[in-house]
């Protein structure tokens, strides 16, 4: 597919490896845009998320200083909601929102009225997914068989029923918009950043957006799955490709992977030459980062072996926030930050999504209706607010009655909250579902009581109705309805006392609503000079001395499923590998130093089931079961 390029508008291409220098050149090249004599509010910088673009503007204060702070840095996500939310301006119309990975739970569940099965509808709507976040989508004979169709046309009718997207759909929402009104918004100048790991929409949005100047810096080699859910490498040649005027810069150095003769263990040679290696500082030969390897005889050892080493290297006189641990699980990153406190270490951590519980029981989704309250005082026409508000005890059921009133919503154009009114106002008497729906429409008339009473308190009082308000609708019990008003409103205190604005003391249901939000989407949380813990994706725009990489066992990396020869066909073996290996290329590649792996080779067969790591034989410690395990196979092999 080709990208849609302006007329006269100048490429440049910047790619090199990990660690080889391409943000510099990123950076470079927006100072020498200003010296021209660009305007900094006419560039825009586009990253692959949120940390991301704060340390990109680090950088940028570092090299220009206050004219910095006027050009627009974002990620592509949120540049995406920011055109869509001018589109919507102009034309006088709201933009869909965002659905939360909360609210993404309910809309599954409605999706589960097309009849198929849970498998099958998942797998379904990942290859919708992916063709949206492709832009697949423009052509109108994507889909071909019948069903796909149908459930195609349920999932827009459910989602535009409440007034909603999702995530992966922002990017590609915003293309449109652009594409039907040309020069609708554009930039002098934009330069992207970690191009590859960017969705195929995100890569066409950046093209549209620059106007004279489009500078793009990756490696198609090393990706990883960060804030756009389906990156896509091939965008880079595709790229280069399409222009008509592109400048390519190879950067031919990169930092290292590759271990040192003595290690016990060697990565593959087709992964050591993927990374390729900084030239010393004499012009001599690449010198080669030492790799070191740590095998431990348990769980408990290697987080002390993590540990001490970041300990040690902190007492050299490396600062905790240029050392990185690549999180492989999240109950060994949980594991590790208790041990970083128990030695007073602070982290900065990756956190995905918090906002748990199960719609089918109100007493544990208590969190997520108390947000759906707070966005109803907010907005009351909020559909997805609505859906989990009245849907929260027994969704399995509601969905039925629910698609009917989302279909009237999206046929008519009026939000759900107008159909679930109009609904109440007539009993439900022409809808099915019979007393379920009799018990939505309930939910949905106490919901505007409950936003009557909340809407115009602040502060701990909003705090207190809000939690009094959902423990009350949770259980019947009063000793229970007592413990969780009592665990709501502390959590909701924690929101008010990290909610921004004028009046932080006292924060309104907006404010609130906002620090939730910030809680439920995945972000970074932590001192910004503590060290760093994220997944391979979220590393992008660091750059690091030290890479750790722990929990290197298979079964973790890669995951247990890709050693079942029942449901791994060979071309998803080999996807599983690309995409391993890309994403290991990209994290340990940001090391400008040493790079550190660790596998534990042995463990309890509770946490063996708990971490579902891959089991090569089982025998017995100390009258104790005990699991054996191996290195992974996608980085480490016997030399």
Not at 134 to 139: I, P, V
Not at 341 to 358: C, K, M, Q, Y
Not at 484 to 494: M, V
């Amino acid at each position: 597919m080709a990208f849609a390029l302006r007329t006269g508008c100048t490429v440049v291409a910047c790619i090199g490896a990990p660690g080889s220098g391409k943000t510099e050149h990123v950076v470079q090249r927006a100072c020498e845009l200003l010296e021209e004599g660009v305007p900094a509010s006419e560039i825009a910088m586009v990253t692959v998320g949120d940390e991301a673009s704060r340390l990109l503007r680090e950088r940028l204060r570092r090299a220009v200083g206050a004219p910095a702070d006027a050009i627009v840095v974002r990620s592509a996500r949120r540049l995406a909601e920011e055109v869509l939310q001018a589109s919507g301006d102009r034309l006088g119309l709201s933009p869909l929102r965002v659905l939360s990975p909360f609210e993404e739970k309910a809309y599954f569940q409605d999706m589960l009225t097309s009849g198929l099965r849970s498998k099958r509808l998942r797998e379904m709507l990942r290859f919708f997914d992916r063709g949206v976040s492709d832009l697949t989508d423009l052509d109108e004979g994507w889909l071909v068989s019948e069903e796909e169709r149908e459930v195609f046309a349920l999932r827009r009718l459910v989602l535009d029923g409440m007034g909603a997207q999702l995530s992966c759909e922002v990017a590609g929402r915003a293309v449109r918009a652009l594409m039907d009104r040309p020069g609708a918004g554009s930039f002098c100048a934009v330069l992207a950043d970690d191009f590859q790991n960017l969705s195929r929409a995100s890569q066409q949005l950046c093209a549209l957006l620059a106007e004279s100047f489009l500078m793009v810096a990756g490696d198609a080699g090393s990706w990883a799955r960060g804030c756009d859910a389906y990156p896509y490498p091939r965008g880079l040649r595709e790229l280069i490709a399409s222009a008509a005027c592109v400048e390519v810069v190879e950067l031919e150095e990169g930092n290292c992977g590759a271990p040192s003769p003595e290690a016990p263990l060697a990565l593959p040679s087709a992964y050591r030459e993927a990374l390729r290696l900084r030239a010393s500082e004499d012009g001599s030969e690449a010198v080669l980062r030492p790799v070191k390897f740590a095998r431990c005889e348990s769980v408990e050892r290697e987080i002390e072996v993590v540990v001490s080493t970041i300990s040690a290297l902190i007492e050299q006189g490396v600062r905790p926030s240029e050392i990185a641990v690549v999180e492989l699980h999240s109950l060994w990153r949980r594991n590790l930050e208790q041990a970083l406190r128990g030695h007073a270490l602070s982290a900065r951590v990756f956190r995905r999504n918090e906002t748990p519980g199960d719609l089918r029981d109100r007493g544990r989704c208590r969190e997520a209706q108390a947000i759906a309250l707070l966005a109803l005082c907010v907005n009351p026409l909020d559909g997805p607010a609505w859906r989990v508000w009245c849907g929260a005890g027994d969704h399995l059921a509601c969905s039925d009655v629910f698609v009917p009133w989302l279909g009237e919503a999206y046929r008519k154009g009026v939000p759900l909250a107008r159909v679930l009114a109009s609904a109440a106002r007539n009993g439900g008497e022409r809808l099915p579902g019979g007393t379920t729906a009799s018990a939505v429409l309930a939910a949905y008339r106490e919901g505007e009581v409950c936003v009557e009473r909340c809407a115009r308190l602040r502060g701990e009082d909003l705090c207190a109705a809000v939690a009094a308000e959902v423990a009350r609708r949770s259980t019947r019990n009063e000793e229970e309805r007592g413990r969780l008003e009592r665990e709501l409103a502390s959590r909701l205190d924690r929101w008010r006392l990290g909610a921004s604005g004028r009046d932080a003391a006292a924060p309104d249901a907006a404010a609130l609503l906002v620090e939730a939000r910030r809680r439920e989407a995945s972000r970074f949380e932590g001192p910004e000079d503590g060290v760093l813990v994220g997944p391979p994706g979220a590393l992008a725009g660091a750059a690091p001395q030290f890479v750790l990489v722990p929990a290197f066992v298979n079964g973790i990396m890669p995951r247990l499923e890709y050693f079942d020869d029942v449901v791994m066909t060979d071309e998803r073996r080999r996807r599983w590998e690309e995409e391993g290996l890309a994403a290991l290329r990209f994290a340990v590649g940001k090391a400008a130093g040493e790079v550190g792996f660790s596998a534990f080779t042995s463990l309890g067969d509770r946490a063996a089931s708990a971490l579902e790591v891959k089991i090569d034989r089982i025998g017995l410690r100390d009258g104790l079961r005990c699991c054996s395990v191996s290195p992974s196979v996608y980085g480490i092999v016997e030399p």
